[in-house]
DNA sequence: GATTTATTGGCAGTATATGCCAATAAATCA
DNA sequence: TGATTTATTGGCATATACTGCCAATAAATC
């Protein structure tokens, strides 16, 4: 699906925030509000637009602490894999997880309020028999959080 | 301050659905519209909720590729550190990073459409001067991603 | 240049947001 | 406990926004 000049100015407008109204977004990309909804729901629709996410200040619901944790595992049989990403699935104070290139296998963001609170989570993966090393790397200070993707240059 | 269950369904609620009307949320949370819009207003001015995004397909915007890009440096001087944050924030791939405990110094998240697109960032970096080292880890799959925070266990 | 196709703008009806006020519920204090 | 204060709620009226439909315009195709 082809993104013109209008759809990327809707969604360069929508990452900046997600809750503007579509009379908002239509004024400011120069449309009509009608066209610019069609526009709207056709990004949902097709994909581009996954969802809507309110970004939440992680000091004031008690979660300032920021973990990255690299884990190495035994193996990678199919079933240790399965019984690993369930796991990551199950356990709320991971917020993402990836497969990584390099040393380690997966690399996780973990959130807790503390390093109590951290260290239960630590130890829940202890538990997980295929996991072999457990590396864990504080967020000492965010430097740039959730920035927008960058679009593609667009002539606005 | 102090959140409440009901403000906790609220903001449950918003991480999972950002565009969610005042009057689906009400609803939701046993309220009449006008209360639950306070409640909202007031999670928004106390800071509570930092903002609303939206979440792009990356693909789909063609920067299907993230890479964990972990950074040492020669020195923590003051201007080195400046000088360096003020590069990041400049470049638009890098859309998270945090100083880290552990042997690295910095990780970024960084988005590129494919390997030509990101050794131009990788480009970047190296020219700054404070770096001393640079290693990429790229995401192979994502397993987990931008899970809602976990708003502590709220009887609902 | 004519025809098709895609996109737009306006309109009407419905739904939603917002500010105000009275009523209710909760908390405080005598 | 009972009275008073404080916080929170629900309802109403108005303004704003959403949504589907149709005709008009613009773009693309032949």
Same mark, same amino acid.
């Given at each position: 699906m082809k993104l013109d000049v209008t759809d990327r100015k809707i969604l360069k407008l929508l990452q900046q925030d997600g809750r503007l109204s579509n009379a908002e977004i239509a004024e400011q990309v120069a449309l009509s509000p009608s066209?610019? @909804?069609?526009? @709207?729901?056709?990004? %949902?629709?097709? *994909? #581009?637009? %996954? *969802?809507?996410?309110?970004?939440?200040?992680? !000091?004031?619901?008690? +979660?300032?602490?920021?973990?990255?944790? !690299? #884990?190495?595992?035994? &193996?990678?049989?199919?079933?240790?894999?399965?019984?690993?990403?369930?796991?990551?699935? *199950?356990? &709320?104070?991971?917020?993402?997880? =990836?497969?990584? =290139?390099?040393?380690? &296998?997966? +690399? @996780? %963001?973990?959130?807790?309020? &503390? @390093?109590e609170d951290y260290d239960r989570v630590v130890s829940k993966l202890q538990e997980l028999k295929m996991v072999r090393e457990i590396e864990s790397n504080f967020a000492l200070r965010r430097v740039k959080t959730a920035a927008p993707l960058p679009l593609k240059r667009l002539s606005d």
């Open positions: 066209p610019c @909804l069609r526009r @709207l729901r056709r990004l %949902e629709q097709e *994909g #581009i637009i %996954e *969802g809507y996410q309110t970004q939440l200040n992680r !000091q004031k619901i008690d +979660l300032g602490m920021t973990v990255f944790v !690299q #884990i190495k595992m035994h &193996d990678h049989h199919a079933a240790s894999v399965k019984n690993f990403e369930q796991a990551i699935h *199950g356990m &709320d104070a991971v917020i993402t997880a =990836s497969t990584v =290139s390099g040393s380690a &296998d997966y +690399l @996780l %963001e973990v959130v807790a309020s &503390d @390093l």
